[in-house]
């Protein structure tokens, strides 16, 4: 029998100023980097797989 799939939302809330700061002191390949993989993460949340995102285990 399959059981149903759970289907788990993601929202960044602790994005700051500092959080920009920091990426923006990065190299330009890395901030590019950053920034695009936040976005995928925010678009895609936990069905973004590799190489952008892995389990951390734990369910985590």
């Known amino acids: ?6 289907i788990f939302y993601m929202e960044i809330i602790h ?5 920009d ?3 923006d002191k990065l190299d330009a ?7 695009l993989t936040v976005d995928l993460l925010e678009k ?3 069905m973004l797989g590799m ?4 389990p ?3 369910g985590l």
Do not use: A, C, E, H
């Open 29 to 35: 390949d890395t901030n590019i980097r950053v920034r």
């Open 51 to 54: 190489p952008d995102s892995k």
């Open 1 to 6: 029998m399959d059981l149903p799939k759970q």
């Open 21 to 23: 700061r920091f990426i």
């Open 15 to 19: 994005w700051n100023d500092k959080v």
């Open 44 to 46: 895609y949340g936990n």
């Open 56 to 58: 951390l285990g734990k």
